[in-house]
Every structure is written in C-alpha cells, then in structure tokens.
C-alpha cells in the first residue's frame, strides 16, 4: 500500500488558547474544511472535542460523488495537539494529526517573519 503523506504549516497571528477554542470545536470544522469537499457534519457534536469522540459526515473528496466519512478523535493534548482517524470512509487510511504551537519565542528580532 501506498501511502500519502501531505504536511501544511500556517502561521496565524493569534494566541495559542484562541487558536485551540476555535480548532477544538468540532462545529467549526465546516469553516475550516476546503469548501470543494463539500463537508457537512451529520451526527450531533459537542462543544470540545475529547478522545474517543466520535463523528459523522458526508464529503465529496473525487468530485460531486458524496460518501459517508467517520471519525475519532483518538489523541488530544491541550492546547498542542489533536489527531482524528477514519473509523469508515474513502481513504484506504486516515490519520490527521493537528499540532499547535506558540512561535512568539522561538523568532528572533533578525527574522524575516518580524
């Protein structure tokens, strides 16, 4: 089996707690899921995601075709990382990991980030 590995860094100008309220929410991942996938949540969802926490959508991941996709959050450490796996859907093998962390005191005043 082949497997695929895609790696996205964003740097965002806000506090690591704001960030973790917001991504933690899983009735958030609809703003944050690329709108070609046409995600939408189907199980109800509560406020802070937790291991074990399981979810249900449709997303249209090879074109307009729409499939069932469920989830789990297996890991989650407050407020550096949290990883979700496909309990049942398109991919062959899912696991989405989401890492977070403060840059304000890793940049020195040389960096070109400033």
Known sequence: MRMIRFEKIQLLSIDIETLWDFCSNPANLPL???PDLCFTLTSPVPERMHPGMIATYTVAPFGKIRVKWVTEITHVVHPFIFVDEQRFGPYRFWHHQHHF?????LI?????LD
């Open 32 to 34: 944050i899921t690329p």
């Open 108 to 112: 020195s005043s040389n960096s070109p």
């Open 101 to 105: 962390k403060s840059l304000e005191n």
